[in-house]
């Protein structure tokens, strides 16, 4: 029979592993497929699963650790823990230096004391509010030229075009 290293991934069947094979394997997807086949079989060979992860420790730790990672222990817990609320206090105590330095740079503003400095815009349905009041709109509408108020001489390129009657023809 040809060694397992020699046959494509799919190809390895759990009958080609034993501690011979693994002990010589030096490839890491070969490993892996062996313990995937070791598990997918029900975990029944403890000490050959031993063997590949072992075999995979010394060949390749990277993947081995990202297989198994190992467990944090409960100083590690709270040494992160204890990072977070330390980070979170800093991060209260420089909101509220800045929150402070902001409050006083807006009271040291003169500008916000000028009339019409706060006028936001109007809820939808509302006048306006004028910042200056003596300065108002003039009531009434721009008067229109029409046909009849033109005059003779204000003829324009415009109404030389045949285009105007283009548009105001009806469609029927």
């Keep these: ?40 079989d029900g975990n029944y060979f403890v000490d050959l699963q031993k063997a590949c992860k072992q075999k995979l420790l010394e060949v390749a730790p990277k993947d081995y650790y990202l297989l198994y990672p190992r467990p944090t222990t409960a100083a590690e817990e709270e040494e992160a823990m204890r990072d977070i609320l330390e980070w979170e206090a800093e991060v209260k105590e420089i909101d509220k230096s800045l929150q402070s330095v902001a409050s006083r740079s807006k009271k040291d503003q003169i500008w916000d004391e000028l009339p019409g400095s706060k006028v936001k815009l109007p809820i939808r349905g509302q006048e306006p509010v004028l910042s200056r009041p003596n300065v108002q709109k003039k009531e009434g509408r721009p008067k229109i030229q029409d046909d009849q108020n033109r005059k003779d001489k204000d003829t324009y390129a415009r109404d030389k075009t045949g285009m105007r009657d283009y548009y105001c023809l009806e469609q029927g």
Excluded: G, T
């Design 1 to 40: 029979m040809a060694p397992a290293q020699q046959k494509p991934l799919n190809e390895i069947k759990l009958d080609d592993i034993d501690f011979e094979v693994v002990e010589q394997c030096r490839d890491k997807n070969v490993l892996k497929r062996y313990l995937k086949l070791i598990q997918d």
